[in-house]
């Protein structure tokens, strides 16, 4: 198993849709969990940060599910401006890195 | 403003040529970190700095070289013996939290491009 995992995509949603990404890590000792915005040949930026189990900012959702290994990212209400790679990203314990899943992209269509 | 510099933005290379890509943050992170990211992959570790005078290899070392002289600055050689530079190159800062924890921040990358 793959230390982090994500499906690829793309998600083709609509303007309005609620769409959810998954996550999935390999070492259930991880203590944080990140995830990253990427728009195309830019750099990562973060978008929310789960240390328990979960956050919330706006229309963006994330939760951690500890016994299955996973973390989901929900946005609701899409935009188009939400077109995008989101990147999901685990520290492991005892490191002060991060190691990033493939990533999944998100098409908003109008 | 505070944040992460990544110089330059583009860079070519001939094959045989050792090059920096240079790395400068004035965050005061004690941490800072270099990825490479190629198409469809994710973000791979080539190495990192958790303080002045000391780094580690990250899983993809081979090739390449860094030093940290300076707490803002980690400058990265991609050298000759790297066989596939070509990639878009992510340098990130972050702050050591208690356990581990981090936030990293990125840089706006260097695309480098073997010619």
């Known amino acids: 198993r793959k230390e982090v995992e994500q499906d690829p995509g793309p998600f083709n949603v609509p303007e309005g849709a609620t769409v959810a990404f998954n996550c999935t890590y390999s070492n259930s000792a991880s203590q944080s969990f990140f995830w990253y915005r990427q728009d195309c040949r830019k750099e990562p930026k973060l978008l929310m940060s789960v240390y328990s189990s979960g956050n919330e900012d706006g229309r963006f959702t994330a939760q951690l599910n500890r016994a299955s290994q996973y973390i989901s990212l929900l946005i609701r209400d899409s935009k188009l401006s939400d077109s995008a790679t989101y990147l999901c990203?685990?520290?492991?314990?005892?490191?002060?890195?991060?190691?990033f899943g493939k990533g999944t992209m998100l098409l908003v269509s109008p | 403003d505070g944040g992460i510099t990544q110089s330059p933005k583009y860079l070519f290379r001939k094959e045989g040529q050792n090059v920096t890509l240079s790395c400068e943050q004035n965050l005061n992170h004690d941490a800072m970190y270099w990825y490479r990211q190629d198409p469809g992959q994710g973000l791979r570790l080539i190495y990192y700095?958790?303080?002045?005078?000391?780094?580690q290899k990250g899983d993809i070392a081979e090739g390449y070289s860094v030093s940290r002289e300076k707490k803002e600055s980690f400058p990265l050689t991609v050298t000759s013996a790297q066989k596939n530079p070509t990639a878009f190159y992510l340098c990130?800062?972050?702050?050591?939290?208690?356990?581990?924890?981090?936030?990293?921040?990125f840089g706006q990358g260097t695309r480098l491009t073997v010619v």
């Open positions: 700095s958790q303080i002045v005078n000391d780094f």
């Open positions: 990130a800062s972050s702050i050591i939290l208690g356990r581990g924890n981090t936030e990293a921040f």
């Open positions: 990203a685990v520290n492991p314990p005892g490191y002060s890195t991060l190691t």
